[in-house]
Every structure is written in C-alpha cells, then in structure tokens.
T-cell receptor
Framework: KAGVTQTPRYLIKTRGQQVTLSCSPISGHRSVSWYQQTPGQGLQFLFEYFSETQRNKGNFPGRFSGRQFSNSRSEMNVSTLELGDSALYLC?????????????FGQGTRLTVV | GENVEQHPSTLSVQEGDSAVIKCTYSDSASNYFPWYKQELGKRPQLIIDIRSNVGEKKDQRIAVTLNKTAKHFSLHITETQPEDSAVYFCAASMNDYKLSFGAGTTVTVRA
C-alpha cells in the first residue's frame, strides 16, 4: 500500500508570491491534516479536511487555505508569502474521524521563501 | 487550546541505558496521546500511543505511562540502541482530530 505522498518535495519562492502544495493520502483514508514544522515552533496544526470539508483549523492567518477533493487528495495554498513561511509542510492522513486513529505522515514539502 | 510541554529538549544516553521523556498537557478533555519518532530528513512515524482509559502501555523496549490526574505522560525506552537516535514528539488530542505537539526531544545514543 502506497504511503502518503506530497508534491513537490522542495520549493523556492519569492516573498509576495503564492504557492500550492499537494497531498495524496493513503488509499481509503478520508481525513487529511496539514502541519507546519519549523525549528523554533515545532509541529503546528494548520487544518484538517474530511469529506471535502474543513473540520478544524489552527491559529494561522487567512493567507493559509486548503481544500480537499472527492478522491480525498488535498491541496494547501499560501498566498502573499512571507520569509517566516519558510518551513517543512507535512500532511497526515487517517482512515476516519470516528476514533483517534493513527495519523500517517508524508515526507513533507520543504518551502523556502527568499 | 491545548498546550503540550515536553522535556528535556535534548537527551544523550549511553547505549544500553534507558531514556525517559516527559510531557504535560493543559486540557483535561484530551484523551489520545501518541508519540512520534522523526529521524533526520524523514517523516514522523508513530511508535506508540495511549488512550485516556489506560494507564500504561508497552511495546517491546518502548513503554508509555499516563497520569490523568496530574495531566502528564511519559515515554520510556529501555536498552537503548544507536538506531533509537532521533527526535521524539509527544502529542495530545481531544475528539477534534487535531494533534497538539510538544516541541520535541533530540535523543542521541552514544555507542
């Protein structure tokens, strides 16, 4: 069974630009969550999607948005990039929301804003 | 929201010794406590988890204990090996499927 796949693996963007990251969950998993990982702040929750609906949101500005498609694939968008957005963005998929089941992480997308 | 504190931030142990990482959480409604291991350049992977109706859980050399009254939980690794060197994250979650992570502990096992 293929794991969680994130594309691209690496990105370099300029301040002010926007970026879209993609996450394909494990087949059969319907919940997708996004996290930002930085050396200073650790792993911070961005949002969670289930059945194409955002179910939970962390404390990030509105520049961070996402969506989920009918096949459970998810995208995350960051507009008007700032230097502080440089981070490893991880997505995690879970089979359902009925229980706190294991979250499987992808390899992440390393975003560098210059 | 939930706040998880993790200590120590770094831990160096001699191969064969035990390692203990401690976490505290703020929200008594949290009921799920996973531990993730992240090796350098790799994705976080679940190594063990515990739910609030259980006080202790063990899996080979790894064990986790939970004290709901004190709102803290700990990871114990016995007979440490070089491959245990990694960053370990604790997390807490309520029934909202949002994981609140601790800041991480960098464990180095000296040969």
């Amino acid at each position: 069974k293929a794991g969680v796949t994130q594309t691209p693996r690496y990105l370099i963007k300029t301040r002010g630009q926007q970026v879209t990251l993609s996450c394909s969950p494990i087949s059969g998993h319907r919940s997708v969550s996004w996290y930002q990982q930085t050396p200073g702040q650790g792993l911070q929750f961005l949002f969670e999607y289930f059945s194409e609906t955002q179910r939970n949101k962390g404390n990030f500005p509105g520049r961070f948005s996402g969506r989920q498609f009918s096949n459970s694939r998810s995208e995350m968008n960051v507009s008007t990039l700032e230097l502080g957005d440089s981070a490893l963005y991880l997505c995690a998929s879970s089979v359902s929301r009925t229980l706190n089941t294991e979250a499987f992480f992808g390899q992440g997308t390393r975003l560098t804003v210059v | 929201g939930e706040n998880v504190e993790q200590h120590p931030s770094t831990l160096s142990v001699q191969e064969g010794d035990s390692a203990v990482i401690k976490c505290t959480y703020s929200d008594s409604a949290s009921n799920y406590f996973p531990w993730y291991k992240q090796e350098l350049g790799k994705r976080p992977q679940l190594i063990i988890d515990i739910r609030s109706n259980v006080g202790e859980k063990k899996d080979q050399r790894i064990a986790v204990t939970l004290n709901k009254t004190a709102k803290h939980f700990s990871l114990h690794i016995t007979e440490t090996q070089p491959e245990d060197s990694a960053v370990y994250f604790c997390a807490a979650s309520m029934n909202d499927y949002k994981l609140s992570f601790g800041a991480g502990t960098t464990v180095t096992v000296r040969a």
